[in-house]
């Protein structure tokens, strides 16, 4: 299983723990070997590592073509620019299996106001610091996104546990 925006490894953690057999890989750039990263990892054994810090969800050279029985990607997207979504997912593309599994989180925004609200809880929940993207769509536009690379939906879920609306997509191939 392959985490794509692992951050400090919580992720990571909880798959491991409901799945004690799988071996699963973590990449994030920002938080690298973050002290909570190597706790975590250094619990799970040789079963859970974190790729180092030059390896990006837009470039998986290190990652083997169609090697990932699962590829997660939680609220990670729209931290990314747009530009390089494209990447990320012929990436995912060319490591997931043939009968792998896609799982998607993701903030859900209609309209200005909803995009204001989201950005700015976000910034807070996330410590950002410096202007980054915050490249939000609503739940048509990421279906249809995922479309384009020839996925298709086994199950989605919108909730809105408080101010902001959340997607959750799990996808495989058509």
């Known amino acids: 299983i392959l985490c794509l925006g692992a951050g400090k490894g919580h992720e990571m953690e909880k798959i491991h723990e409901g799945l004690p057999h799988s071996f699963v890989t973590g990449v994030d750039p920002n938080d690298h070997y ?42 990670v997207m729209h931290h990314m620019d747009k ?47 410096a202007d980054g993207p915050h490249e939000y769509r609503n739940a048509d536009q990421w279906k249809k996104f995922f479309g384009r690379y020839n996925l298709e939906m086994i199950r989605e879920r919108e909730v809105k546990p408080d101010k902001v609306r959340h997607g959750f997509f799990a996808l495989k191939r058509k």
């Open 83 to 129: 530009r390089t979504h494209d990447a990320v997912m012929n990436e995912v593309d060319r490591v997931m299996k043939p009968d792998g599994i896609l799982f998607v989180a993701e903030d859900l925004v209609e309209g200005e106001e909803e995009q204001r609200v989201t950005e700015s809880i976000d910034k807070r929940l996330n410590w950002e610091i």
């Open 34 to 75: 973050a002290p909570e990263v190597l706790r975590r990892v250094e619990q799970r054994g040789n079963e859970v590592i974190y790729l180092h810090e030059s390896v990006r969800a837009e470039d998986l050279r290190e990652v083997p073509d169609a090697s990932q029985d699962a590829i997660t990607l939680f609220f």
